[in-house]
């Protein structure tokens, strides 16, 4: 290699670096669109509920001890509402406890319960959304008790929540996989 020339393979790494720094560069201008586009002319204050359904076939948590039969269900956790470029805005903590027999009709095949009392957000921007996490604790008759693992879940953007009547609802997402039993 002849003095004062830079080798082809380092010529290369410094392009590939170039293109990535631009590319990083493009999508952060992309965001900052997105976001000045999706601002709203004032504050929309709007009250959400996170609800969950289940029927008397669930199995959760498990076959012989599902959400249908419980006594009462005890939902503890945090809603964070995000920005567009996924930071914290604010911040709420729930705990809300349902008790299951005594709010399910004779005859019912199905029952809806919120997981959250009815919380207040401000909204800025339609790009804006919520991280739910929680969990759930669920007493049985017979001294079961299952703890589901913490469950995490966001919603849509609130350009789509927006749409719906009001007070907005985000139905929680359960299955049989996330819960074990505690003493």
């Known amino acids: 290699m002849k003095s004062g020339t830079i080798p082809v393979k380092t010529v290369l790494f410094l392009l590939l670096l170039a293109l990535l720094s631009a590319c990083s560069l493009f999508s952060e ?20 509920y996170y609800r969950a359904t289940f029927s008397k076939n669930s199995t959760y948590p498990t076959a012989e001890h599902n959400l249908f039969g419980a006594l009462k269900v005890e939902c503890q956790g945090y809603i964070r509402l995000m920005d567009c470029y ?78 719906q009547d009001r007070p907005i609802v985000i139905w929680a997402y359960l299955d049989s996989s996330s819960w074990h039993e505690i003493k």
Do not use: W
């Open 29 to 48: 201008e992309d965001q900052d669109k997105v976001c000045d586009e999706g601002r709203l002319h004032y504050p929309l204050d709007d009250t959400v």
């Open 86 to 163: 996924d930071a914290e805005i604010s911040y709420q903590d729930f705990n809300n406890t349902l008790y299951v027999k005594a709010s399910i009709p004779p005859g019912a095949t199905y029952c809806d319960f919120n997981i959250t009392p009815d919380l207040l957000f401000t909204f800025n921007n339609r790009q804006e959304y919520l991280c739910i996490t929680y969990t759930m604790i669920v007493y049985f008759e017979d001294g079961r008790k299952y703890e589901s693992n913490e469950l995490i879940q966001t919603s849509d953007r609130y350009k789509y929540l927006m749409q």
